[in-house]
């Protein structure tokens, strides 16, 4: 078996990665939608943090209540037990992807997580 997985992702309104890339350590998601279109639910999480990142468009989330405006290239993270919504702008669709992992199972990142291979 390979040491790495590959795909190309279309424009789909949603592609979930896991089972496609084989991910062990988090979900990783792509969104698209369109101008005035959301997301049909409010969604929290038991385990899971949410990170955003904003690739194009615009829209925002509405955040236990709170709306926060997004634009392309913004990033944004959300704790397991925050109730949310996404939401396209009325003239502009919105593309992220959201990453979710384990809250607080970050134990090493970086260098401190890699080593010089021979």
Not at 30 to 45: E, K, R, T
Not at 58 to 82: M, Q, S, Y
């Amino acid at each position: 078996m390979s040491n790495f997985s590959k795909i190309h992702v279309g424009e789909d309104a949603r592609t979930e990665l896991h089972d496609q890339l084989s991910l062990t350590g988090a979900e990783i998601s792509i969104n698209n939608l369109p101008a005035g279109a959301s997301v049909p639910f409010v969604h929290l999480h038991k385990k899971n943090e949410e990170i955003y990142a904003i690739l194009s468009g615009k829209g925002k989330a509405v955040i236990d209540g709170e709306t926060v405006e997004l634009n392309a290239g913004d990033w944004l993270r959300i704790a397991p037990a925050a109730k949310r919504q996404f939401f396209a702008a009325a003239d502009s669709g919105i593309s992220y992807i959201c990453i979710q992992v384990k809250e607080n199972s970050l134990e090493e990142y970086t260098a401190n997580d890699a080593e010089i291979a021979q």
